[in-house]
């Protein structure tokens, strides 16, 4: 018996062009692997009761405090600009002894800054204010 091993150079020349798959498929199901267990452990939180949507019309009440946030961050109360925080904080102390304490309505520009918003409410808090509310377009109205 005889047995012919490549013995011709051109079967030896030539070049492999297809690609080897394995490796690529390898690592692809191991990080597939990975994913799959480590998924459910982000999705996990502290459980905790969300508040849900609730959309009150306004009942204006003259007692009320209406302060407006302009897109520059100026603070009006109703149509009169308060020039500064502490003077926001005097005035907000003075209507927190009434009885029964009047609710403060915030309308906060829709490009104002957070931080002028912000500042509103942790002025309503220092004052001792209870109850705060935001004013906001009913869904559907362009303004």
């Known amino acids: 018996m005889s047995m012919t091993v490549g013995t011709e150079s051109s079967d030896e020349d030539e070049v492999v062009s297809s690609i080897n798959t394995t490796p690529l498929v390898d690592v692809m199901l191991v990080l597939l692997i990975i994913f799959l267990i480590t998924i459910p452990v982000v999705t996990q939180s502290a459980r905790v009761e969300l508040p849900k949507e ?11 405090v209406l302060l407006s946030v302009s897109r520059e961050g100026e603070v009006y109360w109703n149509t009169l600009l308060i020039p500064d925080n502490e003077d926001l904080v005097n005035r907000l102390k003075k209507v927190s002894v009434l009885d029964p304490q009047p609710e403060v309505h915030i309308r906060g520009d829709m490009d104002a800054r957070y931080e002028a918003v912000g500042r509103v ?23």
Not at 54 to 64: D, Y
């Open 54 to 64: 609730e959309n009150v019309p306004t009942v204006t009440k003259p007692e009320n």
């Open 121 to 143: 409410v942790f002025a309503c808090q220092r004052a001792g204010i209870v109850k705060i509310g935001f004013i906001t377009e009913p869904p559907g109205r362009e303004g």
